[in-house]
């Protein structure tokens, strides 16, 4: 997969991985020649316009190498563009569903899909003219060049997303060309990769041992657990760092893995962020801590002589640019700039045996090495832990009643175009979320809308107080928190959506002065989110034992997707 910068590059390679081809992202200008083993080649969506000046390109070679290529969407404008044809912008823009009109063919990328079918188009520009050699396949009533192909040269691309759900048959356009088009056969399967993933262990450890900053999430936990299996339990140790800012029983759940030793620090974490209100402040002391502790183990458990390399749960998205969060990459630099940690990376002492897997295939090879689905199956939990979630305030401020909702004067982080916002939050009284759309769209500023669900007293009603992370308020945290997750497993809804934060804002009145948030979202890889309905009854439980917990006056749920809201709130 050539990324030329589209945020489905990773789609299109795990759908070509489910079909159990092996695939990689490569930057979209990969010199021809570092792609002559690969037996087909996919050149993604994208954001620019083949003019935009600095727009991403390809190696035009790629065309001489005798190989398959697909491109899709900025892909296909791409191919034309470069192969001789011409792309112009659109009169409209055509985003969301389209109905395409196939071509009956006999060439094998269309083979069988002939007819009007639904796909998913986002697009302004289009080709207008086709290159030589090329016929239109394919038209939607707005883009007349929707597919095209040269089978002779097994040139192929199209202008919807076939690797996005809402494109009806889009499984068996990729399937067409991995199979008929670039004869791959269906060889690659996460599971049956563990004993060469323990061979290259080996290899990668001689007769040295690893250790591990394990973290309880799924990565670390697989890649550790990988490692004992290779080498035997040993020659393998993992540290976990309590930070304090860790969910109920998490110390607890993570204990349960063998060779594992808990490092205290929670006294530590506290003491740094006492008295802290400012988001990045507290993410940069966490960050910072995390650098002392780790710094304090090497040092102290002398794991920085020969006899040790270090392992990482590393997985495919984090090794290449345009994967992860920018929030979670920070994190990472923080761990990365322990000067030992940094040694032993540059000096090639480190074992990452899931870089070439998505987080999917993790779940899957974690399944074959016998792990739990109550560890496998865990929803994302971010690196400062309940710290971003117990939101403060520097000082006292009242609701504020205005004609479309209440504002409550907590802020919050969002995106907002390319850029960071941080501003207040509008409540208004129902779970409505065309209602909360029109209204963040609309109103300048807020970048969140939350519906309350039960309060104590009327919001307008409470205020705003001044707080800081204190052991009680993050206790309260967790103990919402643990209710939240309690109840989500108990009715099996944690299977339906990507993540659950519960924030604790520091809204309330007098003999109560906390509210808690619910954000429920799906995601596929949390760059976007949509916050979702939950069962009614289940937001009722939910509502009844989180509003009877000491300290806490209300219940609010939010309605806003990301962008413009972050998941997290700080
Ligand atoms: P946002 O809030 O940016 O979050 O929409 C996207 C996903 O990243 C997680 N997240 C983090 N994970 N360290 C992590 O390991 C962090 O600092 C961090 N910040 C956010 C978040 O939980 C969500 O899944």
Redesign the pocket.
Known sequence: MLDAGGQYCHLISRKVRDLGVYAEVRASETPAAELASARGIVISGGPSSVYDPDSPTVDPAIFTLGKPVLGICYGQQLMAHLLGGRVRKGDKGEYGLATLQLEDAADPMFAGLAGAQQVWMSHRDVVDRVPEGFRIAGRTDTCRIAAIADPARKFFAVQFHLEVVHTARGREYLANFVFAVCGCRPDWDPRHRVPLLEQEIRESAGDRNVFFFVSGGVDSSVAFTLCTRALGAARVRGVYVDTGLMREGETDFVRRMPNLSVEHADRQFLGALAGVTDPERK?HIIGEEFVCVQERIIESRRLLDEHWILGQGTIYPDTIESGG????A??KTHHNRVAGIQRLIDSGRIVEPLKSFYKDEVREVGRELGLSPELLDRH?????GLA?RCLCAERDEPVRATADGLILPVHS?G?QGDSRSYAPVLAIDAIDHVRATELINRLREVNRVVAAVQTAATVESMSVRAATLTPERIARLRRADAVVRRLTHASGYDHAI??F?VILIPLGTSTAPDSVVLRPVH?VD??T?QSVVMPPDLLVNMCREVSALEGIAGVFYDLTH?PPG????E
């Not at 994302?380 to 400062?384: E, R």
């Open positions: 993410r969060t920018a929030k979670a920070l994190i994302p939990f971010p690196g400062p971003i982080v995106v990507w993540q934060p995601s949390g760059m989110a990301k972050t998941i997290e709130w």
